[in-house]
């Protein structure tokens, strides 16, 4: 057990649930999600390195959408190949730029913990559009590699992450006691499911 967990877990449900703030022609409105509801939400929930992005012009044009081929290097929740193809809206086609706000941006060489959705289709979103994806940075000063939100999300009220949460909050949180959390909760799920 870790001590520290309950303030990791706080700093975590704070850091999903704020609302976001959205200022685009696509604006989209997120339902703010917290940690457990988004791993009830999700079919899959996996740490991954982006191998490839390839972005196309729907049929009539009218959106551009991105597949994301992520290998995967640690599933927490799930069953699945070792490789899993992600589709999001926007994306660039052409010298031709769409971005939502709101939606996943990721790049060749990312490493995330991403909470997926399978959809009937068969496609595979994240879930809670951005809210799903927590980047994986690794701090050369210490050597720990942490789990952060998106640079590009912005919240609503920032004071909401001051306080005791700041430094935690600032730096990320260790990745090592993310997945511990995350991976106590899908158990706990499971355990549910299975009542």
Not at 59 to 64: E, M, V, Y
Not at 122 to 128: A, I, K, L, P, Y
């Amino acid at each position: 057990m870790h001590p520290r967990r309950p303030s990791i877990e706080r700093w975590i449900l704070v850091a999903l649930s704020v609302p976001f703030a959205f200022s685009s022609a696509f604006a989209t409105t997120l339902r703010p999600v917290d940690l457990r509801q988004i791993i009830a939400m999700s079919s899959d929930v996996v740490v991954g390195r982006v191998e490839e992005v390839h972005s196309r012009w729907t049929s009539d044009r009218a959106l551009i959408m991105t597949e994301v081929t992520v290998a995967v290097i640690e599933r927490m929740k799930g069953s699945g190949r070792v490789r899993t193809v992600v589709r999001t809206i926007g994306g660039e086609v052409d010298g031709v730029r769409m971005t939502v706000d709101g939606a996943p941006i990721f790049h060749r060489g990312d490493e995330a913990v991403l909470f997926l959705r399978r959809n009937a289709d068969g496609s595979t979103v994240v879930s809670g559009l951005s809210q799903g994806k927590f980047d994986v940075r690794f701090d050369p000063a210490t050597g720990l590699r942490y789990v952060q939100r998106p640079a590009d999300l912005r919240f609503q009220d920032a004071r909401t992450l001051k306080g005791a949460q700041t430094p935690l909050a600032a730096r990320g949180v260790l990745l090592s006691e993310f997945l511990t959390t995350v991976g106590d909760m899908v158990e706990a799920e499971a355990r549910g499911i299975q009542r």
